[in-house]
């Protein structure tokens, strides 16, 4: 197994902003994405080169625990914002708009997306849905604020489509997808999550769009790629997506570890000496004398 030397950038990076991606697709060079919700996290990973990171709602399942991504909030997601982009300069940063932050109403999801930008540092906003949300991402973008669409899977979707299952597998499927992807780039979007579609739908798509599309289970013929970073690391152990690739075992690591310090406090082999504080036996010696 190859093993790849990180290292932090010589210099600080430009800022990857919304022209990059654009530039990016029109050179034919892959876009990379992940997605962070802590300060270490996205200071390691703007350090390793990533173009964006994305605040995504998925913090819901794989940080707080929900079975989905519906119960999660707008001030849940504006605090893990601000601790990302305290700690990433130079990727592009996408706050992911909630489920029911932008669906209800238009001014609502204008002054929301504002929210990201405003109060937690984001320079873009991501949220779900096609023809139904081009009114929304119009109003959003004419506002100055940039956005992300999203088609295929939309997680906060999911009680109608009936679980998290791929979609865009029949033809007409497909062909709502696209005229879908084509309404959103209509809209001013500036790129376009395809999310668990065919890999030659996906590719298509993307050949049909100025805009860039970022995969995640819709093949490489995509402008780019992203995935939830707790299921790169082997982090997030209630269920792994078929088209994830675990790039290590986090998980059980942490299990290691926890078990090993237990073991360890039990025996009293920790603390050592060498993780103990001590003073002077002078000084010792004269508490002592002054407690007799």
């Not at 932050?101 to 930008?117: H, I, K, M, P, T």
Request: with cysteine; hydrophobic share 40%; proline share 5%.
């Amino acid at each position: 197994m190859s093993t790849v030397s990180v290292s932090a950038p010589a210099q600080p990076r430009k800022k990857v902003t919304t022209l990059t991606f654009r530039q990016k697709k029109e050179r034919g060079e892959p876009i990379s994405m992940l997605t962070a919700y802590d300060y270490p996290t996205a200071l390691s990973m703007d350090a390793a080169g990533v173009d964006a990171i994305l605040v995504g709602d998925s913090l819901g399942m794989v940080v707080l625990g929900y079975a989905n991504t519906i119960p999660v909030t707008m001030e849940e997601m504006l605090h893990h914002c601000r601790a990302v982009s305290r700690g990433a300069r130079s990727a592009l940063l996408i706050g992911d708009m909630p489920f029911m932050s932008y669906q209800a109403d238009v001014n609502e999801a204008v002054r929301n997306a504002g929210r990201f930008l405003k109060e937690s540092g984001m320079d873009a906003v991501k949220l779900e849905g096609g023809r139904e949300r081009a009114e929304a991402v119009r109003a959003i973008v004419g506002a100055g604020i940039p956005v992300m669409g999203h088609l295929g899977l939309t997680p906060q979707s999911v009680n109608q489509l009936g679980g998290f299952r791929p979609q865009g597998k029949t033809a007409s499927a497909a062909k709502k997808l696209l005229e879908d992807a084509l309404l959103l780039e209509e809209a001013g979007a500036f790129s376009l999550v395809l999310e668990s579609v065919p890999a030659r739908l996906a590719e298509h798509v993307s050949k049909q769009l100025s805009i860039p599309t970022i995969g995640i289970g819709a093949g490489v013929g995509c402008d780019g790629q992203v995935l939830v970073t707790h299921d790169l690391l082997g982090l997030f152990d209630r269920f792994t997506p078929k088209f994830v690739k675990k790039y290590a075992d986090f998980h059980g690591e942490m299990q290691r570890a926890f078990a090993e310090y237990l073991s360890d406090v039990q025996s009293r082999q920790f603390p050592g000496a060498e993780h103990s504080v001590e003073m002077p036996d002078e000084e010792w010696e004269s508490f002592i004398r002054s407690t007799k």
